[in-house]
């Protein structure tokens, strides 16, 4: 048990704290100088994250600078493809390409991979470690993997955010196929999850970030049912430890989302209301989000107002402040540090309870 306590950890649990903590998605990055001089000599995106002395270093660097409640272990949800052996590539300017899952025989080539796929990423749990052991006791680690529908995403498509039309097709057509796809996502995640849990994250956030592709009809079987089936999965040998559920786009699915995955915070993109959520979320749920990153990159009034919207919106209940999505390379350092003094400052009214 930990000495002092970790208010991400509390507040994931469902309390509410004196003050909101927070952490910004893909806070190591390249709007960081020091992010930017380490990458530079990593020979390319795999190896640097498969490099547990670069890899801790990063996850640090923000932590450092602006004093965040929580560092995010620096890795790729494109790992998991890596580890069942298809090629993954990061080209400059270009985001990740991979080798495309097209049929049946290419689905049994990763399952066969899928007993030595946790072992392949060994080197994250060293990165864990070592952060573990480098972060100031208040301050928590969370892990993370992606959710099955969007790893299967990059995976079907070879790439991400562009065109759906093949993943679509291929859950409404070839349903049988995509599922065991999702299966092989599923057990692979799960065994990865469990070992940065063992070798020292304090909580995880699966990050569904395409989610919102999904039709209604197809959301429970693609979204919620491989997340809830890691969930439970995971809740069974790690009961205490809080995991983040991150559904982008979802809309008006976020509740049945909030409400069936087992999850016990949910993290909102910066298309739903503040108040939309602090009404519609079950209580018993963390809110985690959500400010427009375009925001950040922007500052003054318009940054430090927006947040104080979500602030007053979620103070009655428990809440991580986060943004809507990742931090772009085009933040000024000076944005981050500017809404990081407030959120240390700022104070719950605890008369609003
Ligand atoms: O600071 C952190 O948030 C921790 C590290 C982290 C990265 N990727 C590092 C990264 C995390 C949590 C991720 C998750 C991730 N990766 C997601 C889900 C979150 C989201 O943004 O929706 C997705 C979809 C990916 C896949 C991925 N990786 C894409 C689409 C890209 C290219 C986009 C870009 O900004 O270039 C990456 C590369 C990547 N992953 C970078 C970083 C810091 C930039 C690469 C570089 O430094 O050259």
């Known amino acids: 048990m930990t ?13 509410r704290t004196p003050r909101a903590p927070f952490w910004f998605m893909r806070q190591a990055g390249r709007y960081l100088p020091e992010y930017r001089a380490v990458r530079a000599t990593a020979p390319d995106f795999v190896r640097f994250c498969l490099n547990p002395v670069q890899a801790a ?8 600078r602006f004093g965040m409640d929580a560092a995010i272990l ?13 090629e993954v590539a990061f080209k400059e300017g270009e985001g990740p390409v991979l080798a495309t899952v097209t049929n049946a025989a290419e689905i049994s080539l990763l399952e066969a991979h899928l007993p030595a796929a946790a072992e392949t990423l060994s080197p994250v749990y060293e990165t864990v470690e070592r952060v573990r052991s480098a972060l100031p006791e208040s301050c928590a680690l969370i892990g993370f993997a992606g959710s099955p529908w969007t790893v299967a995403t990059y995976m079907v498509e070879g790439r991400g955010g562009h065109d759906f039309a093949r993943v679509r097709r291929m859950a409404l057509g070839a349903p049988q196929d995509f599922s065991r796809l999702i299966e092989v996502l599923v057990d692979a995640t799960v065994s990865y999850l469990d070992r940065q849990i063992t070798a ?38 790690h009961p205490n430890v809080p ?12 509740t049945t ?10 993290g909102l993109d910066a ?14 749920l963390c809110l985690q989000g959500n400010l427009d990153p375009v925001l950040m990159a922007i500052g003054g009034s318009a940054l430090e107002g927006a947040a104080q919207t979500i602030l007053d919106a979620w103070s009655p209940r428990s809440f991580v402040f986060n943004l809507g999505h990742g931090i772009t390379p085009d933040v000024p350092v000076e944005n981050v540090a500017r809404l990081s003094r407030l959120l240390l400052d700022w104070r719950r009214a605890w008369s609003t309870a």
């Open 3 to 15: 000495k002092q306590p970790r208010l991400l950890i509390d507040a994931l649990r469902g309390i």
């Open 57 to 64: 270093e990063v996850t640090l660097q923000p932590i450092r």
């Open 74 to 86: 620096f890795a790729d949800i494109l790992l998991i493809p890596h580890a069942l052996g298809l």
């Open 200 to 237: 020292g994250a304090d909580a995880v956030q699966l990050f569904d970030t395409w989610a919102g592709v999904l039709p209604v009809s197809e959301f429970e079987r693609w979204c919620i049912a491989p997340t809830a089936a890691i969930v439970t999965r995971l809740r069974a040998r």
């Open 243 to 254: 995991i983040i559920g991150f559904a982008r786009g979802a809309g008006t699915n976020l």
């Open 257 to 266: 989302y909030a409400s069936r995955t087992g999850i016990d915070a949910i």
């Open 271 to 284: 298309g739903v209301a503040p108040s939309w959520a602090a009404r519609e979320v079950p209580a018993k």
